[in-house]
């Protein structure tokens, strides 16, 4: 894996856009991530191409299903040869110890726990009784058991995740330098400071891809590191 631990998500609907933005930032990154708008809308083919650029490709597809159904959609991916993969932890054990059974040999497969735009009320509206903090702990501990690389969580827990899974791989997204943003995010930290806590990848995508200019901001965000 890359040392610069930014992926840069490329939530853009226009495939030429995305290629065109990855191929400016990609001497200050280290890897790109495809989510779901980009997957749906462009599917391998769009995969295939940003793979052109030769930066590990993070497919972020949150998986979340029967065990069945996500190990076949597993198994359907390994063509694109995906540095790693998410699945939601919510899926439960089973279905967390079929996906990574499914993967292939050098994917990472992590587990979103609580997602970045959800706070203590969102929980609570969707019958989750936990903080947003003990609910990532918890799932965190459960994706552990279940054999899987690491988790995705916000900055403010992967500290506390780092301590009880030493050689976890963390994700974390919800990323705004000082003067960022929020936009949908509600858990937010620096990209610094997650870094620090113990974030092995850094997803960062509007605040480069929405930025003036994308390749200044990407170049700070870097500097800060
Ligand atoms: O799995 C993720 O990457 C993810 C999990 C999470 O809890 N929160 C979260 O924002 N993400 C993704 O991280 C990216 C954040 O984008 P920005 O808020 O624009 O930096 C988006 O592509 C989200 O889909």
């Not at 459960?142 to 992967?158: F, K, M, N, Q, T």
């Amino acid at each position: 894996m890359n040392r610069n631990p930014v992926y840069l998500a490329l939530d853009l609907p226009r495939l030429d856009a995305a290629e065109a933005l990855a191929r400016k930032v990609s001497g200050h990154i280290g890897g790109i991530k495809l989510g779901l708008e980009f997957f749906c809308a462009h599917g391998h083919h769009g995969v295939h191409e940003l793979h052109k650029l030769g930066l590990p490709i993070f497919l972020d597809l949150k998986l979340h299903d029967i065990p069945n159904t996500v190990a076949a959609a597993m198994q359907a991916i390994h063509v694109l040869e995906p540095a790693i993969v998410t699945i939601h932890a919510a899926g439960g054990r089973a279905m967390m110890e079929d996906a990574k059974a499914a993967a292939g040999e050098n994917c990472k497969v992590v587990a979103v726990t609580v997602l970045t735009s959800l706070d203590d009320d969102d929980l609570t509206a969707i019958g989750v009784s936990a903080d947003p903090h003990a609910q990532a702990l918890r799932l965190a501990e459960l994706a552990h058991s279940a054999g899987l690389d690491g988790i995705v969580c916000s900055g403010h827990e992967v500290g506390a995740v780092h301590k009880q899974w030493k050689d976890g791989f963390f994700v974390v997204p919800g990323l705004r330098p000082a003067e960022g943003k929020t936009g949908d995010q509600k858990r937010i930290v620096t990209p610094r400071q997650a870094r620090d806590n113990g974030a092995s990848v850094l997803v960062i995508g509007r605040p480069i891809s929405r930025a003036e200019d994308p390749l200044a901001a990407a170049r700070s965000i870097e500097a800060t590191l």
